[in-house]
């Protein structure tokens, strides 16, 4: 079945460096989904990419969707204690149309 | 508007009784997804189902597991003959028309079996 990779599972950076995170799926996908959970809470909705190629910012965070529609990347600049948390990108796959996730990426700030 | 409503948020069963995890949709959706979640790790697909039927329970299990969205009323994710390995986080997450459109989750329900 259709596989969703993220890379790397952990990450800790000193608060003002950059952080990515990356997204690869064992299928072309028709979209890409981008979503954040805090610590003890539940999955955010962030972002969605559609087109392949496809980039699209929001402030300090960049979402990239790869020119074959098979990988992704999220790229937060000059990070805050405010972006801790779990980063998951999801694609939705199969032939029924689940939506699945990557294991995510865990970002920790150091003040 | 309410958003995605799960409950209990937090469940403790004994071994070998039965947990019955609630999820209400948003108002409109039709398309509801159920996830796993264990400490530190990612989100495990289990199944996803639509109004009255279940599109895909392939990330579920064939034993002990079933769930539901009936016409009226919430899904329901019921786990029978709990054992200590069920203790996890379960996410219930809908959308409005399945592909393309964004999942909106619920809180969770955090299970927790002894």
């Known amino acids: 079945g259709q596989q969703v990779m993220q890379i790397p599972q952990y990450q800790h950076v000193q608060e003002g460096e950059d952080f990515t995170t990356y997204c690869n799926s064992s299928?072309?996908?028709?979209?890409i989904q981008w979503y954040k959970q805090r610590p003890g809470g539940h999955p955010v909705f962030l972002i969605q990419?559609?087109?392949?190629?496809e980039v699209k910012k929001q402030k300090r965070l960049t979402f990239q969707f790869g020119e074959a529609k098979k990988n992704s990347s999220l790229h937060i600049t000059a990070t805050q204690t405010t972006d801790v948390g779990t980063y998951f990108c999801?694609?939705?796959?199969?032939?029924?149309?689940?939506?699945?996730f990557g294991k995510g990426t865990k970002l920790s700030v150091k003040p | 508007n309410a958003g995605v409503m799960q409950n209990p948020r937090h469940l403790v069963r004994r071994r070998g009784q039965e947990a019955r995890l609630r999820c209400s949709p948003m108002?409109?959706?039709?398309?509801v997804y159920w996830y796993r979640q264990l400490p530190e790790e990612g989100l495990k697909f289990m199944v996803y189902?639509?109004?009255?039927?279940?599109?895909?329970e392939s990330g579920m299990p064939k034993e002990r597991f079933s769930a539901e969205f009936p016409k009226e009323g919430p899904s329901i994710l019921r786990i029978q003959q709990v054992v200590r390995g069920d203790s996890a986080a379960y996410f219930c997450?809908?959308?409005?028309?399945?592909?393309?459109?964004?999942?909106?989750f619920g809180q969770g329900t955090r299970l927790t079996v002894v």
């Open positions: 997450a809908s959308s409005l028309t399945g592909e393309r459109t964004e999942a909106f």
């Open positions: 299928t072309t996908l028709s979209n």
């Open positions: 990419l559609v087109k392949s190629g």
């Open positions: 999801a694609g939705y796959g199969g032939s029924q149309g689940n939506l699945i």
């Open positions: 108002k409109g959706h039709s398309h």
């Open positions: 189902l639509q109004k009255e039927n279940i599109i895909d």
